[in-house]
């Protein structure tokens, strides 16, 4: 099997099925499960963290793997676009909505607390509830650009992991995969939740969730092929990669878990979650 067929078909298991998990559990777990969801957003943050601290730096900085560390500038004007990316995209998201569905004054913080605005679903279940078909149809829209901003980067980590691979089986493709698949599942569940609780079917809001996780495929074809191009390029791919996901897991993972759940626990999920990224990359 080609490489880049063996990278859909992981990519898919990683970004659809294990997004579709999430929003199968979601589906079932209690309808107030902020605090469920609290530990899973740590968790999942506290591997990203860990994946993107010792892995994917380490690996932008040194992409040959020969010891030279060359890269050092690439790999932080790398960081700065991807970061800056995903967030500027967000921040227009956000203008787009925040207008028509109001949660940001003097006592509320600029970030959301709630499942619902966590992926904009809140701008959805308002226009479903105004029966305007068509504002509801461009709501949907801006709810999966949102989803798509989080399971575009983290494609592309599974992608430029693969990018020199010898064979289908890289370990660190693999690795990759399985901490990514891990990741989708609590946000999965913060995309199933509020769909159901705004109405929606559970098995319509599940295919919804996993359907959510296909755009870590696209990101996957695109970290790979930019990865193939060069040492350059995968030091560019990697930690542009990197910086948007460092802005997923300080702008948006541990912001939103701590603020939906004020206590200590989810700062311990955090740790957990490190510890598991550890394990899966070196054991």
């Known amino acids: 099997m080609p490489v880049f067929c063996w990278i859909i078909v992981v990519t898919f298991i990683s970004g659809v099925i294990g997004t579709g998990l999430g929003g ?51 790999t932080i004007a790398g960081l700065i676009v991807g970061y800056l990316t995903v967030y500027a995209l967000n921040k227009l998201i956000d203008q787009n ?17 709630d499942l619902n605005e966590l992926i904009h679903s ?41 990018a020199g691979a010898e064979n289908i089986l890289a370990r660190s493709g693999l690795v990759m995969a399985i901490v990514i698949g891990l990741h989708n599942i609590p946000e999965g569940m913060a995309v199933s939740v509020p769909l159901i609780s705004g109405g929606m079917p559970r098995l319509r809001a599940i295919l919804v969730t996993a359907l959510s996780g296909a755009p870590t495929i696209l990101g996957a074809l695109i970290g790979y092929a930019l990865g193939e191009l060069g040492p350059a390029a995968l030091c560019l791919a990697l930690s542009f990669a990197a910086g948007a996901m460092i802005y997923v897991v300080f702008g948006e993972l541990i912001p939103e878990a701590i603020l939906m759940w004020r206590s200590k626990k989810p700062a311990f999920a955090i740790l957990i979650g490190m510890i598991v990224g550890l394990i899966v990359i070196y054991v």
């Open 24 to 74: 199968l559990i979601g589906s079932v777990v209690k309808r107030d499960s902020s605090k469920t969801v609290s530990l899973f957003l740590s968790f999942a943050g506290g591997v990203m963290l860990a994946i993107v601290c010792l892995d994917l730096i380490v690996d932008a900085v040194d992409p040959a793997g020969d010891g030279n560390t060359g890269y050092l500038f690439f």
């Open 97 to 113: 909505t925040n207008h028509e569905v109001k949660h940001i004054d003097e006592s509320h913080p600029e970030t959301a607390d």
């Open 122 to 162: 809140d701008h959805y279940s308002h226009h479903r509830e105004t029966g305007n078909w068509r504002e509801m149809f461009v709501a949907g829209i801006i709810m999966a650009c949102a989803i798509a901003l989080h399971n575009l980067p983290e494609g592309m980590v599974i992608g430029v992991s693969y």
